[in-house]
């Protein structure tokens, strides 16, 4: 094959162009897409042992006017990378307690927790205790009903000021889970120290769950920390009624995940919740 003088072969260049011409271009519109409605939240329910749905969690989409249905493990790296995540995480606020203040009238909906994800880069803002707590004020939203994930990688620049903003939140009412809880660095002395209210497993330790199996030592033992330290634990990514048998049996509660049901657009997530309601 002919070769450049950077001594790569021509195509597997051109593969790296397109790439890059690619991003710059995902990049470009990203920018533009808050601004032009293009974003929106979808809501996947988190359910009991008795199937109950106590919550959901809000996961943002980008539905592209030519490229469709967009997901954010596409375009949440570019954001984080640009700062666009700024704004992006400002919207899914916005947008997550918009939402929270119109449950406030519908009975079928009390009770409901929205938890919202939040980047590092997000957190790590300043002022953001005090941007979320005007907007929950702007919607009339109570603090109570609200739940911001966060992960591990927080601990890693500004733990002090991690747990100040964390403190600050929690004093108002809002809560706090630790997402994708086994795959990060954290060191359990943090977990200590932390105003938590609930680990998620990640749906890594999940997937491989299955009755008679012994492949359950991670899932096991974070069940167990987070019993041993008072915490909720939420399992992620529950496809089978094998796994949600397991994970009851260790001691897990609360699941989320394909088997109760996929992420859906408010408005077609309320319709289920209201049926059930009524049936
Ligand atoms: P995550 O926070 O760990 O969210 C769970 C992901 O697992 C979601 O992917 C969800 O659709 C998917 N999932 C749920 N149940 C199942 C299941 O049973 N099986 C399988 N295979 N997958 C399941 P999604 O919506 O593509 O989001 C991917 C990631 O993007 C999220 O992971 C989160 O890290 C990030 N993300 C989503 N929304 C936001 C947001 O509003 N802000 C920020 N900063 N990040 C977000
Ligand atoms: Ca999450
Ligand atoms: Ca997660
Ligand atoms: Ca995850």
């Given at each position: 094959a002919k070769r450049q003088r950077d001594g790569k072969p021509r195509l597997f260049r051109q593969a790296q162009e397109d790439e890059l011409e690619e991003r710059l271009s995902l990049e470009r519109e990203l920018r533009l897409a808050i601004d032009h409605d293009e974003l929106c939240l979808y809501l996947q329910p988190q359910v009991d042992e008795a199937g109950n749905i106590i919550g959901a969690e809000a996961l943002v989409r980008w539905q592209h006017p030519e490229r469709g249905m967009i997901s954010p493990g596409h375009f949440i790296p570019i954001a984080e990378e640009t700062g666009l995540i700024l704004p992006l995480g400002h919207w899914v606020i916005q947008e997550g307690c918009r939402v929270l203040g119109e449950w406030r009238n519908i009975p079928a909906l009390q009770g409901l927790q929205l938890s919202l994800n939040v980047s590092v880069r997000q957190f790590q803002q300043p002022d953001f205790a005090d941007q979320v707590l005007s907007v929950i004020q702007q919607h009339d939203?109570?603090?109570?009903r609200l739940t911001l994930e966060l992960t591990?990688?927080?601990?890693?620049?500004d733990p002090d000021g991690t747990i100040e903003k964390m403190q600050q939140l929690q004093r108002a009412g809002v809560s706090f889970a630790l997402d994708d809880f086994g795959t990060g660095y954290s060191s359990l002395a943090y977990l200590k120290v932390l105003p938590l209210d609930t680990l998620k497993i990640d749906i890594a330790f999940v997937?491989?769950?299955?009755?008679?199996?012994?492949?359950?030592p991670i899932a096991a033992t974070i069940i167990a920390l987070a019993q041993s330290l008072g915490l909720r634990v939420v399992a992620e990514g529950v496809e089978t009624n094998d796994q949600r048998l397991v994970l009851a049996q260790l001691g897990c509660h609360i699941y989320q995940g394909f088997l109760f049901g996929r992420p859906l657009p408010v408005d077609a997530f309320l319709r289920t919740i209201v049926e059930d309601a009524r049936a």
């Open positions: 939203v109570p603090p109570e591990e990688s927080l601990l890693l620049s997937r491989d769950l299955a009755l008679g199996m012994q492949a359950t």
